[in-house]
């Protein structure tokens, strides 16, 4: 079922667009089944599981972290996480930073933003993002790279509402690269759409989907 759900959805969305599977909640078999098809990028959002999916999977697995990240957990993961998506302040960018130096490898992040009407969502506004990225202190980071943004809309049926969030993140991105990437090729994602509005995302300029239960079947636990 797996493979098949993987193969319908990359008849669907562009080749140039990434697929990261969310995987979180699910036991490694459905992960291998994933695995076997060909995925090679997985997502999770507990520090723990990652940790212990890390450990027993395949070793070329590109290993996303999705969720809210804790400073004083960022340790367990740094030596390996291919993509941190959800950054939120100067404070965790050091930790990563730290982290980084001590791994002795760059570690790639995405800023997060709140596009959502929900305020239980986290992320930056741009104007925070900006004050972050003058701020010494992170001019000073040797061993993160800021890879673009990340975000997450609203859980609502209003698709129009949906596409101007999508919308504002894709405009918060091309703000930022003209102001501060404008000559890193690395500023390069936008990792929007999740299961219930990757279509919308691919149409306002998404290069990154996180798609979970699509994939893998509805989880029992609602996060
Ligand atoms: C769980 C999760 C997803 C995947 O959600 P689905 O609706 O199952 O596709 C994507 N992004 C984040 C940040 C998540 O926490």
Redesign the pocket.
């Known amino acids: 079922m797996i493979a098949e759900n993987l193969s319908l959805l990359s008849k669907k969305i562009p080749s140039n667009i990434q697929l990261v599977a969310?995987s979180?909640t699910k036991p490694n078999e459905l992960l291998m089944q994933a695995y076997d098809h060909g995925q090679r990028h997985l997502?999770e959002?507990k520090v723990q599981e990652l940790v212990s999916k890390h450990e027993s999977l395949p070793k070329d697995i590109n290993w996303h972290f999705?969720?809210h990240l804790q400073r004083n957990k960022v340790k367990y993961i740094a030596g390996f996480v291919h993509l941190i998506?959800g950054v939120e302040s100067l404070k965790l960018l050091k930790e990563i930073d730290k982290q980084g130096q001590k791994n002795n490898r760059i570690i790639n992040v995405l800023l997060q933003f709140h596009i959502a009407e929900e305020t239980s969502k986290f992320g930056l506004n741009l104007l925070e993002a900006q004050q972050l990225l003058i701020d010494e202190a992170y001019l000073g980071f040797s061993n993160i790279c800021i890879s673009g943004v990340m975000g997450?809309a609203t859980f609502t049926d209003n698709t129009e509402q949906v596409r101007n969030e999508f919308r504002t993140l894709k405009s918060i991105y091309n703000d930022l690269k003209m102001s501060f990437f404008k000559d890193s090729n690395d500023f390069k994602v936008i990792s929007m759409g999740?299961?219930?509005d990757y279509e919308i995302a691919i149409e306002e300029g998404s290069t990154l989907i996180?798609?979970?239960?699509?994939i893998f079947g509805a989880?029992d636990t609602p996060?």
């Open positions: 969310v979180k997502g959002n999705i969720g998506h997450m999740m299961s219930g996180r798609v979970g239960s699509s989880r996060i």
